[in-house]
């Protein structure tokens, strides 16, 4: 009797302590204050420019509709289905693209998960504020914030993206914080401590065609060494000793620093004493492939060049063979070592080729 009535007396405090912890370790879930939440959510945040950014490649433009910004979005599930996905956050080489990209994570919005409806033509519960205009990224001038994270989503502020791919946090206490899209981040951004900074993984359209054209000044180099010499170069001792070689070929050790790396090291610099090229960023295929001075190419149409793994990307490299560029996501067929593979041997995606022979 006398547990019983102490059972009686105490449980209501029990009941009132579990939900104290419910609440707490849902608060915990749901703001992102941990560096790994942070992160997590600002990577989610980035996920949708890089599925704009496919969409608009094939369009010309980000997607509009008449029939408002949820329309709109819908019209990115076509391109998703077919978008190849290296996602920082996947923990994994290649990921499908479903409706959870309009999903921020730890929001508190508490709207449901984002969905496609078939029937409406339209997104259903998606995180984010869309600006629907048919836009060029990275050609608007100004820049223009095109997205956003719905307002409440955190206590604090909210995540902005610019069509350039650059993000902005803004308070709760900047004036635009109910209404930035459209704005320039000039704008946006006056008065927030936090500045713009370009996303790890999303390069621009401007910043792609940097990348491209490093990549093809250097196969232009490779193939006018191989005109001259009547092979690639190549050296026993290994592939930075081969590239030594080009020393009086081009005006630094910097054409072989990957523009916008994320691969902290060090600057690219030839080290004459040992004859060797020091903290290069590319890995080359390092073999005296002959020249045909009839057909005026290569004898073997192969990968010659390949990004050291996190130049852009954990889970993605780039790979350059006479005159295309492309890109192989880890853990598809050969991704490890690609150089002296055909393209039939690879996975790669985003093919680029020159227009013309240089």
């Known amino acids: 009797m006398m547990r019983s009535r102490t059972l009686r007396r105490y449980a209501p405090l029990g009941i009132l302590a579990l939900a104290v912890v419910v609440v707490l370790l849902c608060r915990a879930c749901r703001e992102p204050e941990a560096g790994w939440q942070v992160a997590e959510r600002?990577?989610?945040?980035?996920?949708?420019?890089?599925?704009?950014?496919?969409?608009?490649m094939k369009h010309g433009a980000i997607p509009c509709s008449s029939r408002g910004p949820d329309f709109a979005l819908y019209?990115?599930?076509?391109?998703?289905?077919?978008?190849?996905?290296?996602?920082?956050?996947?923990g994994g080489p290649l990921v499908a693209v479903g409706p959870d990209v309009l999903d921020v994570q730890f929001t508190r919005l508490g709207n449901g998960d984002a969905t496609w409806?078939?029937?409406?033509?339209?997104?259903?519960?998606?995180?984010?504020?869309?600006?629907?205009?048919?836009?060029?990224?990275?050609?608007?001038?100004?820049?223009?914030?095109?997205?956003?994270?719905?307002?409440?989503?955190?206590?604090?502020?909210?995540?902005?993206?610019?069509?350039?791919?650059?993000?902005?946090?803004?308070?709760?206490?900047?004036?635009?914080?109910?209404?930035?899209?459209?704005?320039?981040?000039?704008?946006?951004?006056?008065?927030?401590?936090?500045?713009?900074?370009?996303?790890?993984?999303?390069?621009?359209?401007?910043?792609?065609?940097?990348?491209?054209?490093?990549?093809m000044e250097l196969l232009v180099i490779l193939q006018r060494y191989a005109e001259r010499n009547g092979a690639l170069l190549h050296s026993t001792r290994g592939a930075d000793y081969a590239l030594f070689r080009l020393r009086g070929a081009v005006t630094g050790a910097g054409c072989l620093d990957a523009r916008y790396t994320r691969l902290e090291n060090g600057v690219a610099y030839w080290n004459d004493k040992e004859q060797r090229l020091?903290?290069?960023?590319?890995?080359?295929?390092?073999?005296?492939?002959?020249?045909?001075?009839?057909?005026?190419?290569?004898?073997?149409?192969?990968?010659?060049?390949?990004?050291?793994?996190?130049?852009?990307?954990?889970?993605?490299?780039?790979?350059?063979?006479?005159f295309r560029v492309g890109v192989?996501?880890?853990?598809?067929?050969?991704?490890?070592?690609?150089?002296?593979?055909?393209?039939?041997e690879l996975e790669v995606y985003d093919v680029r080729a020159a227009e013309s022979w240089p």
């Not at 192989?328 to 039939?344: E, K």
Request: net charge negative.
């Open 328 to 344: 192989v996501p880890r853990g598809s067929p050969n991704a490890d070592w690609p150089l002296g593979r055909g393209i039939g």
């Open 117 to 215: 409806d078939d029937n409406a033509k339209c997104v259903r519960n998606a995180d984010y504020d869309y600006l629907n205009k048919a836009i060029a990224l990275d050609r608007t001038s100004p820049q223009v914030a095109i997205y956003a994270e719905k307002a409440g989503s955190t206590r604090g502020g909210r995540w902005v993206v610019f069509s350039n791919g650059a993000m902005l946090w803004i308070s709760k206490a900047n004036e635009h914080y109910g209404s930035p899209l459209g704005m320039s981040w000039s704008d946006l951004g006056k008065g927030e401590a936090t500045p713009v900074a370009q996303p790890h993984g999303v390069l621009s359209r401007g910043q792609l065609s940097e990348r491209e054209g490093q990549y």
């Open 278 to 322: 020091e903290n290069g960023d590319f890995e080359y295929l390092n073999e005296p492939i002959a020249f045909d001075r009839k057909s005026g190419e290569l004898s073997r149409d192969v990968v010659l060049l390949a990004d050291k793994w996190g130049v852009c990307s954990l889970n993605a490299r780039w790979v350059a063979w006479p």
């Open 75 to 90: 019209e990115l599930e076509p391109v998703a289905k077919v978008t190849p996905w290296f996602d920082e956050a996947a």
């Open 42 to 56: 600002k990577e989610s945040v980035r996920r949708l420019y890089r599925l704009l950014s496919a969409y608009e």
